[in-house]
């Protein structure tokens, strides 16, 4: 495998100079480079890279820059992107170019978001043009999107291809990076046209065509396909990995099965964290651990309680003259506090897909809360009329019916407005927002109740 690099050609086995590096090291530290060189030739990918994660980001540097160019890929690949963004920043600008070019498109991306404004810039305007445009498209793509955590790096062979010499292909890619999970068939511009299963492939006769052997019909996402698109087609049909093609049927990649439930993993922890849960804790965790995972946002829980309490005791004296509001008060908290909830997952999800613009964030609030308005008088009028029906008042059905209105038109408002005000103050939208949702929707719901039931205390007895 040779690599080009501007006018240079750069093959696999050939090692930069560090002697020819603008950074010059010392020999005792070149020294050092080549012994841990020689360690990181004994360990996998894998394994060099939590290595090189241990180590001093310029020393990691240096290391990467004694590899094999092969070799930088293959551990790059593996890296944690903070310290590939790193290592990239302790580099020189040529070697940093140079790793980009090299490594696959998605490695280079989650690298590059780690690195620093000036660095990105000059590593950008040093790439290819071609590079630079893929790179750059590759960045567009939101989080949790199938563009976003596809790999490039897929195998393909064009049609017309000989069974014999696909065999042969994979013998050598299993030997050197382990077998591939899915071999795709693509025609001109790189547009998909089947599958390839290694069952067949087996079966098949040397001299036949891959079109000959290849699944047709593959079902390929867009790149902008979310999470749930595309665990639903892994799931409904056992796949290994999804395709993911543009709107012309070129294949830009794929997203593996396990890149999925990494994915489920990091939403469970969202969700863990929405309702003060620590993103840490898991069901084996000792005991200690959750409980001071736990406990701080109970506390916040606890005074947002009371602050929820102190509305109803502003009230005691009228809920002990017409203690059939008691009834009701839990009724409208409760459906508030659904509806927020519906509220806030949507917001969340359009945070991470990148759905909400900073200039929308008005046109959200509105919509949100005049969709809560709409739900509390359909919600509402069910509500107040089983109130009347139940207790044989219409003042109260009244009272309960509006209290219902007013509070599922906050709920509405605070679902968008909480997440979006953290995002604005740089904080994590997710942090235990569900607390601060709850605190709101109990406050409106107990005042406006009780509000309306003090004007109209007269007809409710």
Known sequence: MRLAQGSRILDDEQVIDPEKTPRRPARA??????????????????????????????????????QPYGIVRQIFEH???????????????????????????????DAFRAMRPQTRDAALANLSEERKHKLREHLAFPEGSAGRMMRTDVTTFQEGTKVRHVVAKLRHLAVKNGPPGYVYVVGAGNRLKGVLMMRDLLLARPDEAVEAVMKTGVTAVAPFA????????????????????????????????????????????????????G?????????????????????????????????????????????????????????????????????????VMREVQPDDTRGVIVRE??????????????????????????????????AMVCALGAAGFAGAA???LMKRFGLDPAQSSGIFLTTVTDIVSFFSMLAFASMLEGRLR
């Open 29 to 66: 530290r070149l020294t050092l480079a080549a012994k841990a060189v020689s360690h990181l030739a004994e360990l996998d990918a894998r394994e060099a890279a939590r290595f090189l994660e241990d180590v001093q980001s310029s020393r990691a540097a240096r290391i990467l820059r004694a």
């Open 79 to 109: 890296l944690a992107p903070d310290a590939a963004g790193a290592m990239l920043v302790a580099a020189t600008t040529e070697e940093t170019t140079t790793i980009l070019e090299a490594v696959g498109l998605r490695a280079a991306a």
């Open 226 to 277: 979310d999470t749930e698109t595309l665990s639903d087609l892994v799931r409904s049909r056992n796949l290994l990995a999804v395709p993911v093609a543009d709107a012309d049927g070129r294949l830009l990649g794929a997203v593996r099965a396990s890149e999925l439930a990494d994915g489920g993993e990091a939403a469970a922890e969202d969700l863990q964290v929405i309702f003060g849960g």
């Open 279 to 351: 993103s840490d804790e898991r069901v084996n965790s000792p005991a200690g651990f959750k409980v001071a995972q736990r406990l701080p946002w109970l506390y916040v829980n606890l005074l947002t309680a009371f602050l929820a309490g102190s509305v109803i005791a502003l009230f005691e004296d009228l809920i002990a003259r017409v203690a059939v509001l008691a009834i009701f008060l839990p009724v409208v908290a409760g459906q508030s506090g659904n509806a927020g909830t519906q509220t806030l997952a949507v917001l969340l999800r359009g945070l």
């Open 369 to 402: 809360t005049l969709v809560g308005f709409i739900n509390g008088v359909a919600i509402g009028l069910v509500t107040g009329v089983i109130a009347w029906l139940w207790k044989g008042n219409a003042v109260l059905g009244g009272v309960v019916a509006g």
């Open 418 to 420: 909480i997440p979006l």
